[in-house]
């Protein structure tokens, strides 16, 4: 039984073993080496201009928290889906406050599975991409219910 299970599923219809998913899919990452420095490129490359946001973060500490705090969020939205939204809606009102634009925030989600996509490679399932979409809509859903 996974967490999702037993605390009453996650939040907007995330299925019940994405938890599960998503974990391995983080633990196939991780060996892989830290996707940060690529998530980031990847980000960049789409968006140069949020670039200049993190002209203060010289060791990389800034993003690396945040990619930390975007994981959990995604892993709560997969699983018991207690605080996951909550922190999604309230940082896309921070990160406009830092002037990313609110429809630019959630970018970043798609950034991170881009290139986790990427890093897997032929290890990327159908079953990888349903989870991580879900997480996805569930980050939309969690920005236009505080929008």
Not at 16 to 32: H, P, Y
Not at 89 to 108: C, I, K, M, S
Not at 117 to 138: D, N, Q
């Amino acid at each position: 039984m996974g967490v999702g299970e037993r605390l009453g599923g996650g939040a907007g219809g995330v299925d019940v073993d994405d938890l599960e998913i998503i974990d391995d899919c983080l633990t196939r990452v991780a060996a892989l080496g830290d996707p940060a420095a690529a998530i980031y490129a990847r980000l960049f490359a789409v968006h140069p201009e949020m670039e200049a946001l993190f002209a203060r973060d010289v060791d990389g500490s800034i993003k690396g928290h945040m990619l930390l705090e975007a994981i959990e969020a995604a892993r709560d939205l997969s699983g018991a889906g207690v605080y996951g939204a909550h922190f999604i809606a309230n940082e896309w009102v921070n990160h406009q406050n830092l002037g990313v634009p609110g429809d630019r925030y959630a970018t970043f989600y798609d950034a991170m599975i881009e290139t986790f996509r990427a890093m897997l490679g032929a290890e990327w399932s159908a079953e990888i991409e349903g989870a991580w979409g879900r997480v996805r809509a569930a980050v939309s859903d969690a920005i236009a219910a505080r929008g």
